[in-house]
């Protein structure tokens, strides 16, 4: 593949100059640039084509690098930082001056995170600079957990892929917005609620189906979705579809030659399995050239509430 690199040297030589470069993390690859810096951050938007109103999450090498980015870090904040930092969860507070607009879709706040992938910390770390860093695809699409994933979709637009390997995690943040004392999730994700409410309490949840200006990112009724059109169902279809469907299973396998391609995420019924596997799983799919793919909801608890949020918003089809 070309100008993907293995160097997390160069990458940081890349991010210092103002160039873009996708950077593995434990849930999908982010497409990264140096986030104090508007003009570098503009490329960011135009090699996805990403609207402007959609804001962009802030990554840090280690927790001292919060004021840099945060003006704010409730005791609440502080708690779950402590807990789950470095890892999948985003959290939404006040931002400083330092902060381009551009950044945050004019918002006085930021989405900030430690990534739980070593070598996009190493590469922080020698940048010396937070990095801006939405998933690394169209805008839209679905999400790449693997570094061929961002070289076809996007490998020409951007200066280069560090390849990091598989994501382990395999779905984006928990997004949660500190205002004081009070925690909304505004996007499920890689932790899921109920360890959430463990540690603080009653958590509040933001339903964005209908956001046209979120305020996190992940929001937008259509997110997150394949080329090829999806459809949600409640279980596995017992008779053969009349064109070429694809499936999408968590746990039940199909009779034999049912559907033109088949994805069983989880045999075992294992949500973390299932979240690993689940956007690899759709880009085969997608790839398939398929008439359309049916895809059975999750349990609607832990991990499984983040996967069908994906599925809703991957299935979602503006009126015409």
Known sequence: MSNVITSPELAAAILKQGGLVALPTETVYGLGANALDAVAVAKIFAAKERPFFDPLIVHLADIDWLPRVAAVFPKVARQLAQRFWPGPMTLVLPKTQAVP????????????????????????????????????????????????????????????????GPCRVGVESTILRIDGDRVTQLRPGGIPLEQIEELVGRVDVEESSSADKPTAPGMLASHYAPRTPLTIVDQVPTTAPRSRIGLLSFQTSPSLGLFAAVEVLSPGGDLIEGTARFFQALHRLDGEGLDGILATRFPDEGLGRALNDRLKRAAHREPK
């Open 101 to 164: 607009g551009l950044v945050t879709s004019g918002l006085e706040s930021v989405g900030v995170r430690i990534p739980d992938h070593e070598l996009t910390r190493q590469v922080l770390r020698l940048a010396n600079v937070p990095v801006a860093a939405p998933s690394a695809n169209p805008f839209g699409r679905l999400s790449p957990t693997a570094a061929e994933h961002v070289q076809k979709q996007l490998g020409g637009r951007i200066d280069a892929i560090l390849d990091g």
